[in-house]
């Protein structure tokens, strides 16, 4: 079933809409962003500047979390040294672009070129 050009509603370009119209269906996004915004800027308003130790603290645990999930994703997808779930394996190589096929016997050709 073919629809002509005359039934098709027109497409706008992004840059030609209004930035504060959102595309039709996308409304709760929209709404989304909106308030975490406002949140934020409520928040900043509102809440005094951390002292230089809270915020020096936070900024080491930050990085901390962030260092152990990019070593637990390397051991996952480089040397599968980490067991998970075979679908959570699968879907987080394909995100990658990593290749799913089992490791090869070769210790070598297991690292990445990285690996020492």
């Keep these: 079933m073919e629809i002509s ?14 930035f504060w119209k959102p595309v039709h269906g996308k409304e709760g996004v929209f709404a989304y962003l909106i308030v975490i915004h406002v949140l934020g ?10 002292s230089p130790k809270i915020l020096g603290i936070s900024l080491l645990f930050t990085a901390l979390g962030g260092l152990g999930t990019t ?4 051991r996952m997808l480089a040397h599968k040294t ?12 394909q995100s990658m672009g990593k290749s799913v096929s089992e490791p090869s016997a070769d210790p070598a050709q297991q690292c990445d070129p990285l690996c020492p």
């Design 41 to 50: 800027l409520i928040g900043l308003i509102l809440y005094p500047v951390p």
């Design 71 to 74: 070593v637990c994703y390397h």
């Design 82 to 93: 980490l067991r998970t779930n075979p679908l959570i394996e699968h879907s987080t190589k």
């Design 5 to 18: 050009v005359a039934h098709q509603a027109p497409q706008t370009q992004p840059w030609d809409r209004a």
